[in-house]
Nanobody, 124 residues
Framework: QVQLVESGGGSVQSGGSLRLSCVAS????????MGWFRQAPGKKREGVAG???????SYANSVEGRFTVSQDNASNTLYLQMNSLKPEDTALYFC??????????????????WGQGTQVTVSS
């Protein structure tokens, strides 16, 4: 069965960095696009970054220039490098599998499998 397992979350001060990882299993990783989402308490889940089978990327305006999404097909691992973190980046971060190999809109309905999430907390 498809499984996505995130790790790498934690607590950092404003301006700090974190690198999230997501290990995928149960399917051919390189056949699908992937995405990172986040959800803060009381807010809707929002798309953060996406990457397609060929490595093309997309970002939410709020993280453009600070976050970088990448992947290692050999190890079925998706990454999110987060720099210059701000308190408003505090949320539960999820990785998700897109339903197609191409770059998809960063909306939850375009993604069919989800990890359990990893918490990121940024203090001012």
């Amino acid at each position: 069965q498809v499984q996505l397992v995130e790790s790498g979350g934690g607590s950092v001060q404003s301006g700090g960095s974190l690198r999230l990882s997501c290990v995928a299993s149960g399917y051919t990783y390189s056949d699908y696009s992937m995405g990172w989402f986040r959800q803060a308490p009381g807010k809707k889940r929002e798309g953060v970054a996406g990457i397609d089978r060929g490595g093309a990327t997309s970002y939410a305006n709020s993280v453009e220039g600070r976050f970088t999404v990448s992947q290692d097909n050999a190890s079925n691992t998706l990454y999110l490098q987060m720099n210059s973190l701000k308190p408003e980046d505090t949320a539960l971060y999820f990785c998700a599998r897109g339903y197609a190999p191409r770059l998809l809109p960063l909306l939850p309905r375009y993604f069919d499998y989800w990890g359990q999430g990893t918490q990121v907390t940024v203090s001012s």
